[in-house]
Nanobody
Framework: QVQLVESGGGLVQAGGSSRLSCAAS????????MGWFRQVPGKEREFVAD????????YYADSMKGRFTISRDNAKNTMYLQMNSLKPEDTAVYYC???????????????????WGQGTQVTVSS
């Protein structure tokens, strides 16, 4: 089992940047595929990006490509999401998630993840 704690959210102006962190404790961090999701009230939780166990493979939702960068530091048991060129529509609660299963095919969906953090609010003002 792993415990996940997000940090780094807050209020940002449109066009600005913010970096989220996800600190993991418990089972070996490098054994988890990790992802970021986000959710606004009344909507489904939305995939943002994910990263392989070694950090060598990353994948982004189309609307985040070129603006967001996911990374991880297995020595620090931490994953990051660098968000640039933020837009008001990026306003959401951002969640990190961990998947311990080895999958031949990854669909980048919420139901692939077993462990979740409590979320951190990111608000982008126009």
């Amino acid at each position: 089992q792993v415990q996940l704690v997000e940090s780094g959210g807050g209020l940002v102006q449109a066009g600005g940047s913010s970096r989220l962190s996800c600190a993991a404790s418990g089972r070996t961090f490098s054994s988890y595929y990790m992802g970021w999701f986000r959710q606004v009230p009344g909507k489904e939780r939305e995939f943002v990006a994910d990263i392989s166990r070694s950090g060598g493979i990353t994948y982004y939702a189309d609307s985040m490509k070129g603006r967001f960068t996911i990374s991880r530091d297995n020595a620090k048991n931490t994953m990051y999401l660098q968000m640039n060129s933020l837009k008001p529509e990026d306003t959401a609660v951002y969640y990190c998630a961990a998947d311990f299963r080895v999958r031949n095919v990854r669909l980048h969906q919420r139901n692939e993840y077993d462990y979740w953090g409590q979320g951190t609010q990111v608000t982008v003002s126009s």
